[in-house]
C-alpha cells in the first residue's frame, strides 16, 4: 500500500505542471470562450442558414464578429496543441472545463442571456470537476511502443 | 423541424470533435512536449515538426467539420444550447477515445471529474 502511495506521489511530481504550463491551460480557456461568442454574436448578424443552402455559410465568413473569433480560436487551437503536448486530452479537457463557465458568465454580461439558479449549479459542478482533475498527475506515462500504433504492438507480441 | 436539425449538428460536431481530438492528442503525443522541443532544437524545427505529422492534419479535418457544423447549429440555435449539448457529449466520447486509442490512464478520478463536468454541462443547457 505504502509502495502504491509512494508511486503514485513520484508520478504525480513527476507529472506536475509548471506555471507556464497553467498558463497555456488558461489561453485554451479565454481563446476557446471569446472565440465561441464572439461566432455566436456573428451568426446572430447573419440569421438562420437554410439547410438547402448550406453553403450560405461561407457568407458568415465576411462576418467582422465571425472573422475576429476564427483568429480567437487559431489562438485556442495553437495552445490547445500545446496543452496536449505536456498533459493528456482527459486531463485537459476537464481542466480547460471552465471555459464554460467563462462562456455563461459571457452570455450573461455581453449578451444580456439570463443565468438560473440551475445553471449556476451546472457552473459549480464544472469547476467541482476541474478541480479534481488538476489534483491527479497530468500525464500517463507510456512505454514509446504503446502509442506508436498498432504496427508497433504487434511487433511486440 | 428545426429542433431536429440542431441535434444533427450537435451529433455532427460531437462525432468530428472526438475524432479530431483523438488524432491532435496522437500527434502531439508522438512529438512530445513542444516547450523542450523548441528549447532543444529550435522553433523552426518544431514547426517543422510539427507541420509533417499526418494525424495533426487529420485532426485538424475532423477539427474544421466540427467548426462547420457547429456554425450551422449556431444559426439555427442559441451559443447557450449549443455550446454546452455538443461538449457534455464530446467530454464522454472523448474519455473512451482517450481510453480505448490513445491507452491513457482513465482513473476514477478522471471518470468522476468528467461525469462532473458533464453533468454540469448538461445542467447549463436545461435551464
Not at chain 1, 87 to 114: C, I, K, N, Q
Not at chain 2, 9 to 32: N, W
Not at chain 2, 62 to 88: H, Q
Request: glycine share 8%; aromatic share 12%; hydrophobic share 55%.
Amino acid at each position: 500500500m505504502e509502495l502504491l502511495v509512494f508511486r503514485y506521489r513520484l508520478s504525480f511530481r513527476k507529472c506536475a505542471l509548471t506555471p507556464r504550463k497553467y498558463l497555456v491551460l488558461l489561453s485554451v480557456v479565454v481563446f476557446g470562450s471569446i472565440g465561441d461568442t464572439m461566432l455566436a454574436r456573428g451568426m446572430k448578424d447573419v440569421g438562420a442558414i437554410d439547410v438547402h443552402h448550406l453553403v450560405h455559410v461561407f457568407a458568415a465568413l465576411s462576418n467582422p464578429w465571425v472573422i475576429f473569433g476564427i483568429f480567437c480560436l487559431l489562438g485556442f487551437m495553437s495552445s490547445y496543441m500545446t496543452a496536449l503536448s505536456f498533459a493528456d486530452l482527459t486531463y485537459v479537457l476537464p481542466a480547460t472545463a471552465l471555459g464554460y463557465v467563462f462562456m455563461a458568465l459571457l452570455s450573461r454580461f455581453w449578451l444580456h442571456e439570463h443565468i438560473s439558479l440551475q445553471r449556476w449549479a451546472g457552473i459549480a459542478l464544472i469547476t467541482a470537476g476541474v478541480g479534481l482533475v488538476a489534483g491527479g498527475p497530468s500525464r500517463t506515462e507510456h512505454p514509446p511502443a504503446a502509442v506508436s500504433g498498432p504496427k508497433a504492438a504487434q511487433g511486440q507480441g | 423541424m428545426r429542433n431536429l436539425y440542431t441535434w444533427i449538428c450537435i451529433f455532427s460536431v460531437v462525432c468530428s470533435a472526438a475524432t479530431g481530438d483523438v488524432f491532435i492528442a496522437l500527434a502531439m503525443r508522438r512529438i512530445g512536449d513542444l516547450g523542450l522541443f523548441r528549447r532543444k532544437h529550435g522553433f523552426f524545427a518544431m514547426m517543422t515538426r510539427v507541420l509533417s505529422s499526418g494525424a495533426l492534419f487529420a485532426g485538424i479535418f475532423f477539427m474544421a467539420m466540427a467548426f462547420f457544423s457547429n456554425l450551422v447549429g449556431l444559426s439555427w440555435a442559441d451559443l447557450s444550447l449549443m455550446g454546452p449539448a455538443s461538449a457534455a457529449l464530446t467530454f464522454v466520447t472523448n474519455a473512451i477515445g482517450a481510453k480505448f486509442f490513445l491507452h491513457e490512464n482513465v482513473d476514477k478520478r478522471r471518470w468522476l471529474a468528467t461525469l462532473f463536468v458533464c453533468c454540469g454541462v448538461l445542467l447549463l443547457t436545461r435551464s
